[in-house]
C-alpha cells in the first residue's frame, strides 16, 4: 500500500536477506477500497516512503500511476469462499481488487518470491490459494506481525487514532493472546474475549477461531490455527490475529 | 480444446514457423461448459489428436487430467463488458471460465507467443483484453478461420451435423459474406441476412455487426469491424464471423 511502517520495513528487510533484488510496491489501490471507504483520505507520503525504502536498502521501488495500472479493466480475479467472511463480508469487493493487483504485480514485476504481512491473515490465505488456482511459480512468505512495544500491531490507520485510543487499542492484542491461552481448555474463550474488549471501549465486528488456511471458523484447536478480530475504535477500525500453538 | 480440425492444425504450423517450440494444449475444459451443455458429449479422441499435431510438427503436447488442472478453485477469472452480450449471454460463466483456463495455461506454459483462431471472435476479444489488464507479457497471434472447400467453417460440433444439415451449413457463411458485401450500401443487410438464413432453415441466436474490440454492436462499418451469427440447425449451434473490409 503506502505510508510505510515498521511491519512494511520488517518485509523488507526479510526480502533483502533472502532475495538477490528487493522489489517493493508503493500504490494505494483503488480497486481494493469500497464506495464508502477512504481511498482519497488514506494516508499518502510518498517522499517519506522512498526514504524509509533506501534506508534499508530496497533495489527497485515499483510506484505507477492509478492510470497506469487501470488503462481498461474488462478482466479482473474474483476471490469466492475464502473471501465470504470477515473483511471479506464487511468490505464487498475488497480481495477481488487485492487479488487483481496483486496478480498484475507478480507479472509486471515477475519476482521468485513475494513476502506478505500475516496481520492482513485473510488476505494472506487468497494471495496463497490464488498463487496456487493460477499456478504462479512464486515462492510466497508470510511473515509474523510487527507490533509497537505496547503490543499494537503496526497499521497505517493507527494515526487515525486519538490519544486515549492509542492507551485503549493494544488492549485488543492483550485480550486475543489472552484467548489463545484460554482456547485450549475453555470453551467460552473467545466469547470471554469479546466482553472483555467491549468492556474496554471496542466496538466488535468479529473475534473468532480459524483454520488460516480455509479462513473457515472452527470450534476446536487444530494446528496453525488463529484467532482474528476486527474492531473499531473512535472510528476507527482495527483488524489483529494470534496464533494459537506459540502462546 | 481437442478433436483437432484443420483450424486447429493451422494454428500448430503458425507456431511453428514463428516460434522456436510449439506448445499445444489438449484439454476439454469443464468450467467453461454450462450445467446444461455437452462437457461429458465433446468429441474426444486423444490418440488421433495427438498423431496430428505430430504430424505438423508439435513439440510438446499440454494434455492433463481436469483433477490436476483444478486442485481447488477459490480465484478465478472473471470477464465483465466484453462477456455481457453474444456467447456470453447465451452461455453464463463460459467465459470466465475460458479466461481462467487460458490464464492457467499461460502461467504453466509461459509462451511467448499464443496462436487463437479468429471463429471465436468474443474469445479472441477477451484473451486480448486479459493480457492487457494483467500485463502479462505475451505476443498474440488471431488467425483467420480456416474452412471446408463448401465455406463451413471447421468445428469439432460439425461431425453433429445430419448429412442435409451438412448441405445447409455452408449456406451460414455465404449469407454472412454477402451482408459483408451488402452492409457498406444497405441499411438492413443485418435483417436480410437474418431472413436468409430463417428460409434456409436456421434458427437465429444473433446476427451483428460489432467492433471486434469491444464486442458492441455497431450501425456503421469502422476499420476491422466483423459480422457474426450464431444459428442453430437440428440441434447442432453453429457460429462464425467474417470481415467487412476484406469483401
Not at 102 to 126: E, H, M, T, Y
Request: charged share 25%.
Amino acid at each position: 500500500m503506502g505510508s510505510f511502517h515498521e511491519g512494511h520495513l520488517e518485509l523488507m528487510r526479510l526480502t533483502k536477506a533472502e532475495c538477490e533484488k528487493c522489489y517493493v510496491s508503493l500504490f494505494v489501490n483503488p480497486t481494493q477500497f469500497g464506495p464508502n471507504e477512504d481511498f482519497s483520505r488514506y494516508p499518502r507520503d510518498e517522499k517519506r516512503d522512498f526514504e524509509l525504502a533506501a534506508s534499508v536498502g530496497v533495489d527497485v521501488i515499483f510506484a505507477p500511476k492509478v492510470e497506469e495500472m487501470y488503462r481498461s479493466s474488462s478482466t479482473s480475479v474474483r476471490v469466492t469462499r475464502l473471501s465470504d467472511q470477515w473483511e471479506g463480508a464487511a468490505r464487498s469487493g475488497h480481495f477481488d481488487g487485492v487479488a487483481t493487483v496483486v496478480l498484475k504485480i507478480f507479472n509486471i514485476v515477475r519476482p521468485s518470491s513475494a513476502f506478505f504481512g500475516l496481520k492482513d491473515l485473510q488476505q494472506c490465505a487468497i494471495v496463497k490459494a490464488m498463487t496456487s488456482d493460477f499456478d504462479l511459480d512464486i515462492c510466497l512468505y508470510f511473515v509474523e506481525t510487527v507490533r509497537e512495544p505496547s503490543g499494537l500491531a503496526h497499521s497505517s490507520r493507527n494515526r487515525n487514532l486519538s490519544s486515549t485510543n492509542l492507551t485503549i487499542a493494544p488492549e485488543l492484542y492483550r485480550f486475543l493472546i489472552q484467548a489463545a491461552h484460554e482456547i485450549k481448555s475453555t470453551a467460552d474463550a473467545i466469547e470471554t474475549c469479546k466482553a472483555n474488549l467491549v468492556r474496554s471501549g471496542f466496538l466488535v465486528d468479529y473475534v473468532a477461531l480459524v483454520n488460516p488456511e480455509t479462513m473457515e471458523s472452527i470450534t476446536e484447536n487444530v494446528p496453525g490455527s488463529r484467532i482474528i478480530a476486527a474492531v473499531r475504535i473512535g472510528g476507527t477500525r482495527l483488524i489483529d490475529n494470534v496464533p494459537v500453538e506459540s502462546q
